[in-house]
Structure formats: C-alpha cells, structure tokens
C-alpha cells in the first residue's frame, strides 16, 4: 500500500491561470477557426520548412460569427463546422455540393469536397487530418451546423461559445461565462477518463 500525499502550492492562482493549467495538463484546446478564406490565403498548407500554417483563429464568441461566414470550432473532442447562412454559393458548391443554403440537405463528411480540384476542398481536407492527428485517438467525430437552423446540434455550437454575461439585446439562451465553459469542458473530460 503506497499513499502519496501532494502539498498545495504556495500561492493562489488566479482563476484563468488555473485554467490555463488544467486545459494544459489535460490536453484541451478549444479553438475556433475562420475558414471563409482559406481558399484565398496561404493557410491550411505546409510551408517550405514543412511547418502546417493553421488558418487564423477568431474569438470564441457569438459576435465573431458573420452570417457569410465558413468556421471550425475543435473542442477537444469534435470538430465542428459552422456554416454561415449567406455563405457564397461556390463554397457552398465546391465544399458540399450545394446549390444554395438548404436547411434539408443532410450534411455528412462523406458529402463534403464535391469539388476535389477546388482549392478549398484540398485545404479543407489538410486541416481536418492535422487536427485529428494531434487528438491522441487520432480521430475526431465532424459534425456540421448550419447558422439559423434552429436545432439542438446549433444550441450545442452556440452553448460553447465563450461569452461575456449578456444584455438584454441579446440572445442569453446561448451565453456561457468563462467559468462555466471550463467547469463544462473539466466535468466532461472527468466524464470520459473516469475521473482520473
């Protein structure tokens, strides 16, 4: 029988600091990707030294979504693509096989890259496999949204966004703290690793 206690540490961490170290320790690293222009930018490709250029990352927030708009968030645990209602129709056409913003059409990763020699379906098909590969399955489940859909998988997207408390313009169903993000994301991962 071996018993191991740790001491606590000689100072108080902030609350973001300890944050921080838990996402660290664990693994998470929630980010969100503006995806509208990779087609355009030298992004989602290799470079010369053969380092991946990621597309850049935008806030993580209800306001950063624009409704022309192409996303990706990683939650550590899924990727999911949040489709922009007005996003243009050769995206859509390329990247889905869409003609226009269709609600009905199921969206599936088997119905993506229509396209194949369109730019942003090679970027698109880069980026998914470098974020899976750093996911320690080495896989991660895709899922889609569409913005204005107004279903369960869309309340999901928008609960994860991190947001200042709201006010009263605003749609508080999908407001999350800071706190309640990470108290979220540290129950789910206690969750999946059985507490360990």
């Known amino acids: ?14 609350r973001s600091s300890a944050a921080s170290d838990v996402y660290k320790r664990q693994g998470i690293n929630a980010e969100y990707m503006g995806l509208t222009n990779i087609a355009y930018e030298e992004t989602a490709i290799y470079d010369d030294t053969g380092n991946f250029i990621f597309p850049g990352c935008v806030s993580l927030s209800l306001s950063s979504i624009r409704s022309d708009g192409l996303y990706l968030m990683d939650d550590g645990e899924t990727l999911t693509v949040y489709i922009g209602s007005q996003l243009d129709a050769t995206t859509l056409k390329d990247l889905f096989g869409l003609d226009s913003f269709n609600y009905q059409a199921i969206l599936t990763e088997d119905n993506l890259y229509r396209n194949g020699s369109a ?19 080495g896989w991660a489940a895709l899922h889609f949204v569409r913005q204005a859909e107004s279903t369960v998988a869309e309340t999901d997207f928008l609960y994860k966004l991190i947001e200042d408390r709201p006010d009263k313009d605003t749609r508080a169903v999908y407001k999350v703290s800071y706190g309640e993000f990470f108290n979220m994301i540290v129950k789910f991962q206690a969750s999946t690793s059985g507490g360990r």
């Open 119 to 137: 730019v942003i379906c090679e970027r698109f098909a880069n980026l998914l496999a470098v974020l899976r590969a750093r996911k320690s399955t």
């Open 1 to 14: 029988f071996f018993l191991m206690i740790r001491r606590p540490p000689r100072s108080t961490q902030s």
